[in-house]
Each structure stands twice: as structure tokens, then as C-alpha cells.
């Protein structure tokens, strides 16, 4: 056996304890997954295309090496994850999330977790730069948040695999909280760093969140001050940047064996995540009941137009058998005049009885009077306008029966309407319960 000790994690599976936010979440991610009647493949069966709400949110961190975002995330889930230190430890993009069982997973397998993430591969060379770890930490809110641990970025001849001002960019576009880490150790105002966040602030300026990192390295409080100062002005003198209201507290890890008098803001990091996952809870829920709606509303307007498909087809349908029926009928009745007026009344009266002798001989007396009425010299272009004007009548015939449209069958009917009442009946009181709980986690009773 081998002597290596296996990886401690911060607590067992076992005593991990579902959390209310966390049971919605995948309740309604459930809703939307399930095989035989989850959300996504009854809106597939009818044309439309629903995502499956993410279990988790997505907090992105970024900065420049050695800025404390793998210390932080390793704080967080209570749980040495991620490799720190001052080189440049993370050098593509490594997300921490938490799972059943500890594990590691290359590029394939992390695109296979994270399918919402697949258009990364449309960034060539980030693939060889992709994995996730896996922890069974349930610390804080650890369970419902799935961190993005980014490059540590750098100025000057540093080259990169792939595009990672644009990659970072894409990916803060899919993030709920981006966190961005200036350090006090003469880094913090790289200018990779700043480009990338003034191009995510004109985007999503909303999910932009700056903290001094390592704030107790920083010296003294007027030196802290000092470097706040050049951060603040530097960002300011971007037009994309300069706005009202800028905050960046000043957080770090704590090291009771390393007091430090300088003020840790990092409960707050904490609280906005927790705020964040509310957030993600009520925007999960409200979504459910907006794509139930579209569901329901896209079988409606499908059977409705079934109707009129329905009324349609039987008015083509009418017009194809007249013109086929005419197209067939008038060169019958040509040809069997002439037949006819070839037998004498009483052969025709041995053949065919009385009544339907008298029936023939009227259709065809008629047809021969016509007949005698045009000129022989004409008599050939009557013929082929004849035959032209049946051939006519044919493809008339054809054209209706090519327009009829597709309607529903009866199961395809049955079927929808069955979708129909499992939205009503099942997913939207589902959903209503789900939020009436929700309430209750935070609401007065009295309030309800």
C-alpha cells in the first residue's frame, strides 16, 4: 500500500446539513430536469429551448498574482484546496465547488460539469487550462457557491496560452459576484488588471466588487491610506471606472497567531455572498414561474392554431376534390359521348336499364349538341384546349391538396394537454409552496 495520507477535508458527508436555500434550489432544479416530465424536455417537445437554473452561484474572482484569491477561496471553504503563494500559482481557470466526494477534474470533465461554461471553448487554447476542484466542505455557504478562481494577472512580457483579457471578460459576463483583489505589495495597479475591469464595468458594472487584499501586509494605516489613494486615483482616471459611491474595504485572512490592528472587513465578502444566494433563490423561483408561463402560453397558442390549421384543411380540402373531381369527370363524359352515340336506344336499354339510360343519353345528348355546334377545321384545337383546360383543373386539384397544413394528432393533443395540467396542477403549486417556505425562513409569522 502506499504511504501517502489521504486528503483531509474540513468535514465529513455525513454531517453535512441541507440548507433551505439549498433544498430550493435543487428542487427547482430538479423541475426542470426531471426524465419524464422536467421542464426542459416538455419545452424541447414543443420548439422551445429552457436552461436548467444553476444549483449555485457563480462568484468570480480576479487579480494580480499573488493577491490573495486562492488564500481566500482556501478561507472560505475552511479547506486547502488551492495552491498560494507569491509566484504565480494559478495559471488558467480552476473552479472550487463543493461535492460529494474530494476530486480533482481535467478540462472534458469540467465543461461535462459546468455545460453553461462550453462557450469557452470557442477561446482556443483555454481547454488545456480548465479544471475543478471538488470539496466536501460545507462551511458558511460553501455548498451553494461555486468560485472561479482566475490567472494571476501580470504587466509586461508575460504571454499567456490564450486570450485571457478576453476569457476573463466572457466569463465575469456569466458570473453572479465578481470579486476583484488589489494587493498592497506594489501590484495592485497593474494595468491588465484595469483594462480587463473597465471592460467588465461597461458590461456588468452591477456585480463589480473591489477589496484591498492582504490589507494587514500594507505597513502602517497611513501607508494602507497611501495605496488606497493610487488605487482610487488610478481608477478614477478611467471614464468607465469613475463613479459614485466607490467602496473597497480592506480584508484579509485571519491569523490569531498574527494580530493585526488593521480593520477585516471580510465578514462583509461573506454577508454579500450570503445576499447574493437569496437573491439567486428568489430569481430561480420567479424564472420557474415565467418559463411554467411560457409553456403554457407555447401549448395555447399551438393548439389554437391546430384549430385553425383544422378549418383551413377543410376548405382545401373541398377546393381539391372539386377541381380533381371536374378534372376527371368532364373528359370522362367527353369520351363516353362519343362511346355512347355509337349504340342504339334499345342496346343502351339492354345494358344499362331505363333509368340510367335516360340519365346517360341526357349528359351525352348535351355533350353532342355542343359538339356539333363547333366547326370541324375547329374541332382539333377544341380538343387539345379541352385536354389543356382538365390538365389545368388537375393540377389545381393537386396545388389545394399540396397546401393543406400539418395538424396535431390526437396524441400529440392529448399529450399537450396532459403537459398543460401537470404545469397547473403540479410545477406552479410545487413553486408557490417552494416560495411560501422561503418566506417562512425570513419573514414573521405574523407577516404571512
Same mark, same amino acid.
Given at each position: 500500500m502506499s504511504g501517502r495520507k489521504p486528503r483531509s477535508v474540513a468535514n465529513p458527508l455525513e454531517s453535512a446539513i441541507t440548507t433551505p436555500s439549498e433544498r430550493i434550489l435543487k428542487e427547482c432544479h430538479t423541475l426542470y430536469t426531471d426524465g419524464d416530465n422536467g421542464l426542459v424536455k416538455i419545452a424541447s417537445s414543443l420548439g422551445v429551448r429552457l436552461l436548467p437554473p444553476r444549483k449555485k452561484i457563480i462568484v468570480m474572482i480576479m487579480g494580480n498574482h499573488s493577491a490573495g484569491k486562492s488564500s481566500f477561496i482556501n478561507w472560505y471553504a475552511e479547506e486547502h484546496i488551492q495552491k498560494t503563494g507569491v509566484a504565480i500559482e494559478t495559471q488558467g481557470f480552476t473552479f472550487i465547488t463543493s461535492g460529494r466526494k474530494r476530486e480533482s477534474l481535467t478540462g472534458n470533465a469540467t465543461l461535462h460539469l459546468y455545460p453553461h461554461f462550453r462557450p469557452l471553448l470557442e477561446f482556443k487554447g483555454v481547454m488545456d487550462y480548465l479544471s475543478a476542484e471538488i470539496s466536501t466542505s460545507k462551511q458558511k455557504k460553501f455548498s451553494l457557491v461555486t468560485f472561479v478562481d482566475t490567472p494571476g494577472l501580470v504587466d509586461g512580457d508575460m504571454i499567456y496560452p490564450f486570450d485571457v483579457n478576453s476569457a476573463i471578460t466572457w466569463l465575469g459576463e456569466q458570473a453572479d459576484l465578481i470579486f476583484v483583489f488589489f494587493d498592497p505589495m506594489g501590484q495592485a495597479l497593474c494595468k491588465r488588471t484595469l483594462n480587463i475591469v473597465e471592460k467588465l464595468s461597461e458590461k456588468c458594472g452591477d456585480k463589480l466588487l473591489f477589496y484591498l487584499s492582504k490589507a494587514d501586509e500594507a505597513g502602517k494605516e497611513t501607508d494602507r491610506q497611501a495605496v488606497m489613494m493610487q488605487i482610487v486615483q488610478e481608477l478614477c482616471r478611467r471614464p468607465g471606472l469613475n463613479k459614485c459611491g466607490f467602496e473597497m474595504p480592506t480584508i484579509y485572512i485571519p491569523n490569531p497567531q498574527r494580530p493585526s490592528r488593521c480593520v477585516n472587513q471580510i465578514d462583509s465578502v461573506c454577508q454579500t455572498i450570503e445576499k447574493t444566494i437569496n437573491q439567486a433563490v428568489q430569481k430561480t423561483l420567479d424564472q420557474l414561474e415565467k418559463d411554467s408561463d411560457l409553456i403554457c402560453s407555447t401549448i395555447s397558442s399551438k393548439l389554437e392554431q391546430d384549430r385553425v390549421d383544422v378549418a383551413s384543411n377543410r376548405s382545401v380540402r373541398l377546393h381539391s376534390v372539386l377541381f380533381g373531381a371536374l378534372g376527371v369527370f368532364l373528359p370522362f363524359l367527353f369520351i363516353l359521348s362519343f362511346i355512347v352515340s &355509337?349504340?342504339? $336506344? =334499345?342496346?343502351? #336499354?339492354?345494358?344499362?336499364?331505363?333509368?340510367? @339510360? #335516360?340519365?346517360?343519353?341526357? !349528359? @351525352?345528348?348535351?355533350?353532342?349538341?355542343?359538339?356539333?355546334?363547333?366547326? =370541324? %377545321?375547329? +374541332? /382539333?384545337?377544341?380538343?387539345?384546349?379541352?385536354?389543356?383546360? *382538365?390538365? /389545368?383543373?388537375?393540377?389545381?386539384? $393537386?396545388? !389545394?391538396?399540396?397546401?393543406?397544413?400539418? &395538424?396535431? &394528432?390526437?396524441?400529440? $393533443?392529448?399529450?399537450?394537454? =396532459?403537459?398543460? %395540467?401537470?404545469? #397547473? %396542477?403540479?410545477? $406552479? @403549486?410545487?413553486?408557490?409552496?417552494?416560495?411560501?417556505?422561503?418566506? +417562512? +425562513? *425570513?419573514?414573521?409569522e405574523q407577516d404571512l
Open positions: &355509337t349504340f342504339s $336506344k =334499345e342496346q343502351l #336499354h339492354e345494358l344499362l336499364g331505363e333509368g340510367p @339510360t #335516360h340519365t346517360v343519353t341526357v !349528359f @351525352t345528348g348535351i355533350v353532342m349538341y355542343l359538339w356539333e355546334w363547333i366547326p =370541324e %377545321d375547329k +374541332q /382539333v384545337v377544341f380538343v387539345l384546349s379541352f385536354g389543356a383546360f *382538365c390538365y /389545368v383543373l388537375l393540377f389545381l386539384a $393537386k396545388y !389545394f391538396a399540396g397546401r393543406r397544413n400539418k &395538424t396535431l &394528432t390526437k396524441k400529440e $393533443k392529448r399529450k399537450m394537454m =396532459e403537459y398543460s %395540467d401537470y404545469i #397547473h %396542477d403540479i410545477v $406552479k @403549486t410545487k413553486k408557490a409552496k417552494l416560495y411560501e417556505w422561503y418566506l +417562512q +425562513q *425570513c419573514a414573521a
